[in-house]
């Protein structure tokens, strides 16, 4: 079963423009992540933040992160064509597991 | 530097066959994962694979079941196909004491008629 729900499940905005996309969970959590995926294919890892921290940033994409809401953002600023795709959070239960639990996902499309 | 690789890229089967899908991990890894995508879900964890051992499994009948070789690489084998089980199937290696991050392959379309 999914861990959580991503919101909206679908966005489109216009390049240039800031894409915001939420997750909440439904357990305790070691830290979550997000990945990106392009057209049904592999998943590549964007950003890890851990439970003890409550922002982080890599280049144009900031995590935050709510453990009271159980609940987390992905902001990608001055979003491009090329960041067209599905954007997903997923949970690490607990210290040392390696099982990650995914939501269902948001798609962001960028129309140039 | 070679990232995770899947083999084959598609397949196609029908009602009751058996499958058997590849994984080799990225270099410097020995955790290996596998992950069932259906259409429009976000991927669900099969089980993983440390030290030639299943060491985890998600919520998936005996149906599935892996194997992982010295070498670290993977197999996941799917017995008595049903039709639900048409889905992208990912793998994805680690580093099991180092980090959390999983690294993932492009995944293997399976189509079951």
């Known amino acids: 079963s999914q861990q959580g729900e991503e919101d909206p499940q679908a966005l489109s905005i216009q390049e240039g423009e800031n894409a915001t996309m939420n997750c909440s969970y439904k357990t305790s959590i070691n830290n979550l992540q997000w990945y990106r995926q392009n057209s049904g294919r592999g998943l590549v890892h964007l950003i890890l933040?851990?439970?003890?921290?409550r922002e982080k940033h890599s280049g144009r994409l900031r995590v935050t992160l709510d453990t009271s809401k159980k609940s987390s953002s992905l902001l990608i600023t001055a979003s491009r064509a090329a960041d067209t795709a599905s954007y997903f959070c997923a949970t690490l239960p607990w210290e040392g597991a390696q099982k990650l639990v995914f939501g269902q996902g948001t798609r962001l499309t960028i129309n140039p | 530097d070679a990232g995770v690789t899947q083999s084959p890229t598609h397949l196609i089967k029908t009602r009751g066959q058996q499958v058997t899908l590849r994984c080799s991990p990225k270099s410097g890894h020995d955790t290996v994962s596998w992950y069932q995508q259906a259409l429009g879900q976000g991927p669900q964890f099969i089980f993983q694979?440390?030290?030639?051992?299943?060491?985890q499994r998600g919520n998936f009948p005996d149906r599935f079941s892996g194997h992982q070789f010295p070498n670290y690489s993977s197999e996941l084998n799917v017995n008595a196909l049903l039709l639900g089980d048409s889905a992208l199937y990912l793998c994805a290696s680690s580093f099991r004491a180092a980090t959390n991050i999983q690294y993932f392959g492009a995944g293997t379309r399976l189509s079951v008629l």
């Open positions: 694979y440390y030290e030639e051992e299943e060491r």
């Open positions: 933040i851990r439970s003890n921290e």
